[in-house]
């Protein structure tokens, strides 16, 4: 069965600095990877979407990476605000039970101090 | 374009009462599925579906049903609401399998 875990759980920091947050899964038959953000009581919004066949993406001051061989991803934030500061979820694209579904992590609480 | 919506955003319900949850997309996705958010155990799935007419469970169905009777709804049943039912209720939607997923605002359902 897959399982995906984040750490850390929970992550404070000051204004303007790089900062990774991390994801694993169990499983690397992964078709794909999804980074959201989640902002308290709202929906998720999608950050960037990795294929099984990428090794990584970029949007903006953001940069998602993934090595399948190991069961990590990683989420790269540079220079980071406050504005930042929300949940991120990974979630990943399994197929273990033959059809395509998404199975999530329990996210990094962001926060990002001014 | 609106995306994914769902309807309705609040509900509070009474134990052994019934609901459905709408969820609605525009962009002709294939893919359609349910979760439910609870504090320290992330999103699990409840059901999903492949395409029009189909439905199949996930991790978490039991309490639920489900029916995709148009390829643009997919909708959540709660035949009789207990309190353990008490989530944050997510749609999402994606073209295939293998692509993005989209997600509605979410539905708080509070049974008491």
């Known amino acids: 069965k897959q399982e995906v875990t984040q750490i850390p759980a929970a992550l404070s920091v000051p204004e303007g600095e790089n900062l990774v947050l991390n994801c694993s899964f169990t499983?690397?038959?992964?078709?794909?990877l999804q980074w959201f953000r989640q902002d308290p009581g709202k929906g998720l919004t999608s950050l960037l979407l990795?294929?099984?066949?990428?090794r990584e993406q970029t949007s903006g001051r953001l940069n998602a990476s993934l090595d399948k061989s190991s069961g990590r991803s990683t989420l790269y934030i540079a220079a980071s605000q406050p504005g930042d500061s929300a949940t991120y979820l990974c979630?990943?694209?399994?197929?273990?039970?033959?059809?395509?579904?998404?199975?999530f992590g329990t996210g990094t609480r962001l926060k990002v101090l001014a | 374009n609106a995306g994914v919506t769902q309807t309705p955003k609040f509900r509070v319900l009474k134990t052994g009462q019934s609901m459905t949850l709408l969820c609605a997309q525009d962009?002709?996705?294939?893919?359609m599925y349910w979760y439910r958010q609870d504090p320290g155990m992330g999103l699990r799935l409840i059901h999903y579906?492949?395409?029009?007419?189909?439905?199949a469970k996930g991790e978490v169905p039991d309490g639920y049903n489900v029916s995709r009777l148009k390829k643009q709804n997919f909708l959540l049943g709660l035949e009789s609401a207990a309190p353990s039912q008490t989530s944050v209720y997510f749609c999402?939607?994606?073209?295939?399998?293998?692509?993005?997923?989209?997600f509605g605002q979410g539905t708080r359902l509070t049974v008491v």
């Open positions: 579906s492949v395409g029009e007419g189909t439905t």
């Open positions: 990795i294929q099984s066949s990428q």
């Open positions: 999402a939607s994606s073209y295939q399998g293998k692509t993005e997923a989209f």
């Open positions: 979630a990943v694209g399994d197929t273990t039970s033959g059809t395509y579904k998404y199975i």
């Open positions: 499983d690397s038959a992964i078709y794909n």
């Open positions: 962009m002709n996705h294939e893919y």
